[in-house]
T-cell receptor
Framework: GAGVSQSPRYKVAKRGQDVALRCDPI?????LFWYQQALGQGPEFLTY????????KSGLPSDRFFAERPEGSVSTLKIQRTQQEDSAVYLC???????????FGPGTRLLVL | AQSVTQPDIHITVSEGASLELRCNYS??????LFWYVQSPGQGLQLLLK??????LVQGIKGFEAEFKRSQSSFNLRKPSVHWSDAAEYFC????????????FGTGTRLQVTL
């Protein structure tokens, strides 16, 4: 079956622009996670959904970051008024249930100029 | 808070040689432990995981890892490395009992010489 897909794969934004990153999890997966991976670093947790409920957003770095999953499947990570420090790869992962193996998408590479 | 340390930033091995990548974790209870591999421009692929039971875990592509509670370690091993194993390797820990957001190490870049 299809894995986790993310779009766009690459995004270049001017500082101050808003961006929206999309994640399509594996069909039937209840849990969905967003991670941010800065250059040369490991991924860092941003937020977690169980179905449509956002149960943990402790990793979101500022109130410019917002995530949603309104119907419990596709999720969107939105970054408002992008800053250069937002440049990173944003990874989405899904799992059948919480505490089970997370399967990662290819990521969206965001470059803020 | 949980944390993961991968002390080796970069490792170079010859093709056919054995490999061991080190991972140490900090967590107050029995952790969930993972090794992921990331090729350039790709997402993370799960190599293996430890939840409970046998402390020697077998994974894909001929990799294995051993959970040693006394040393808080979960080192990844492969007896004979192939050139296609060149990639970035990440160790991660998840918490038990709650939604398992993962905490990753900073990664070890593996270079394989022919």
């Amino acid at each position: 079956g299809a894995g986790v897909s993310q779009s766009p794969r690459y995004k270049v934004a001017k500082r101050g622009q808003d961006v929206a990153l999309r994640c399509d999890p594996i069909s039937g997966h209840v849990s969905l996670f967003w991670y941010q991976q800065a250059l040369g670093q490991g991924p860092e947790f941003l937020t977690y959904f169980q179905n449509e409920a956002q149960l943990d957003k402790s990793g979101l770095p500022s109130d410019r970051f917002f995530a949603e999953r309104p119907e419990g499947s596709v999720s969107t990570l939105k970054i408002q008024r992008t800053q250069q420090e937002d440049s990173a790869v944003y990874l989405c992962a899904s799992s059948f249930r919480w505490q089970e193996t997370q399967y990662f998408g290819p990521g969206t590479r965001l470059l803020v100029l | 808070a949980q944390s993961v340390t991968q002390p080796d930033i970069h490792i170079t091995v010859s093709e056919g040689a054995s490999l061991e990548l080190r991972c140490n974790y900090s967590y107050g209870a029995t952790p969930y432990l993972f090794w992921y591999v990331q090729s350039p421009g790709q997402g993370l692929q799960l190599l293996l995981k430890y939840f409970s039971g046998d402390t020697l875990v077998q994974g894909i592509k001929g990799f294995e890892a051993e959970f040693k509670r006394s040393q808080s370690s979960f080192n990844l091993r492969k007896p004979s490395v192939h050139w296609s194993d060149a990639a970035e390797y990440f160790c991660a820990v998840g918490r038990t009992g709650t939604a398992s957001k993962l905490t990753f190490g900073t990664g070890t870049r593996l270079q394989v010489t022919l």
